[in-house]
Nanobody, 116 residues
Framework: QVQLVESGGGLVQAGGSLRLSCAAS????????MGWYRQAPGKQRELVAR???????VYADSVKGRFTIARDNAKNTVYLQMNSLKPEDTAVYSC??????????WGQGTQVTVSS
């Protein structure tokens, strides 16, 4: 049974930081690209960042320089360090195990709320 379990969301003031974690089980973690997506109310889900097994990363323009994605293959975990948070970063953040750029498995999501 595949499980992706996110943690680390919460309420933070603008300018603050949060670190999200996503622990995977039931998959061969190392063969997947791992991604973080977010969906704000009334908006489409969007890719925030992804990291390939070899470490190559891709970021949305809106988070470049503020967010950092990392993975620990020994722990089957992917992280999203979010700094200089803005109210517009408020969303449900979900991790995904991806085949190249297509999500195959999803976590349940964690709420991030940034107050102004």
């Amino acid at each position: 049974q595949v499980q992706l379990v996110e943690s680390g969301g919460g309420l933070v003031q603008a300018g603050g930081s949060l670190r999200l974690s996503c622990a995977a089980s039931g998959i061969t973690f190392g063969v997947y690209t791992m991604g973080w997506y977010r969906q704000a109310p009334g908006k489409q889900r969007e890719l925030v960042a992804r990291i390939a097994n070899g470490g190559t990363t891709v970021y949305a323009d809106s988070v470049k320089g503020r967010f950092t994605i990392a993975r620990d293959n020994a722990k089957n975990t992917v992280y999203l360090q979010m700094n200089s948070l803005k109210p517009e970063d408020t969303a449900v953040y979900s991790c995904a195990a991806m085949i190249v750029v297509a999500p195959k498995y999803w976590g349940q999501g964690t709420q991030v709320t940034v107050s102004s």
